[in-house]
């Protein structure tokens, strides 16, 4: 069964860093995309970026470049998302999901909660 | 960044009725190379995490209930529920997977009517 399992919620401050994690099992870790996807409290979803774990390709959406890193480690089959400095702005449920061979996400991971705040 | 759009933000429908959702998007995500286009539609559910239903546009994923389907083409493009059953109460998502960032429209909530 392919799984995404994704790293427990997280309360942190502004100005934290933070790495949260995407654990895949049950498929061939290095040859589809994992993408990683924003959805704000209330609100809809938003691509933030995805990685090629086979050759490390990664593509971000402009509107999160510089703003959040993603990178794999193939040795345990697991993505990553992590941000250098933490906003009150990133609070927000963030999801794993894995493509298909034409990049439709067929997998999703449970979420994890982040919430930042003072 | 290609821009995807729904139509309406909400609708309710009665139980058994039609529910149709519209994606219109900024620029075409049809490919003549394969006459395929690139986008896809899920659901989401509260509390959960989203789930593909169509892909292709019109190809319905494996366990999907055929009451789901998708049509159109290029810019224009259409979910329709053909009997809203209870368990339908959610919101719809399209996106685009032709041209990175590979953008979601804004959802559409579903509720009874």
């Known amino acids: 069964e392919v799984q995404l399992v994704q790293s427990r919620a997280e309360l942190k401050k502004p100005g934290e860093d933070l790495k949260i994690s995407c654990k895949a099992s049950?498929?061939?870790?290095?040859?589809?995309?994992i993408g990683w996807v924003r959805q704000i409290p209330g609100k809809g979803l938003e691509w933030l970026g995805i990685?090629?774990?086979?050759?490390?390709?990664?593509r971000y959406s402009p509107s999160f470049q510089g703003q959040v890193t993603i990178s794999a480690d193939n040795s345990i089959n697991t993505a990553y998302l992590q941000w250098s400095r933490l906003e009150a702005s990133d609070t927000a449920m963030y999801y794993c999901?894995?493509?298909?061979?034409?990049?439709?996400?067929?997998?999703w991971g449970q979420g994890t909660q982040v919430i930042v705040s003072s | 960044d290609i821009v995807m759009t729904q139509s309406p933000d909400s609708l309710a429908v009665s139980l058994g009725e039609r529910a149709t959702i519209s994606c219109k998007s900024s620029?075409?995500?049809?490919?003549?190379?394969?006459?395929?286009?690139?986008l896809a539609w899920y659901q989401q559910k509260p509390g959960q995490p989203p789930k593909v239903l169509i892909y292709?546009?019109?190809t319905r994923e494996s366990g999907v209930p055929d009451r789901f389907s998708g049509s159109g083409s290029r810019t224009d493009f259409t979910l329709t529920i053909s009997s809203l059953q209870p368990e339908d109460v959610a919101v719809y998502y399209c996106?685009?997977?032709?041209?990175?960032?590979?953008?979601f429209g804004q959802g559409t909530t579903v509720e009874i009517k």
């Open positions: 999901a894995k493509t298909s061979s034409d990049n439709w996400f067929d997998t």
């Open positions: 049950g498929y061939s870790f290095t040859t589809y995309w």
């Open positions: 990685i090629y774990p086979g050759d490390s390709d990664t």
């Open positions: 620029r075409s995500v049809f490919y003549t190379s394969n006459t395929k286009n690139y």
């Open positions: 292709w546009a019109s």
């Open positions: 996106q685009q997977y032709h041209t990175s960032p590979w953008t």
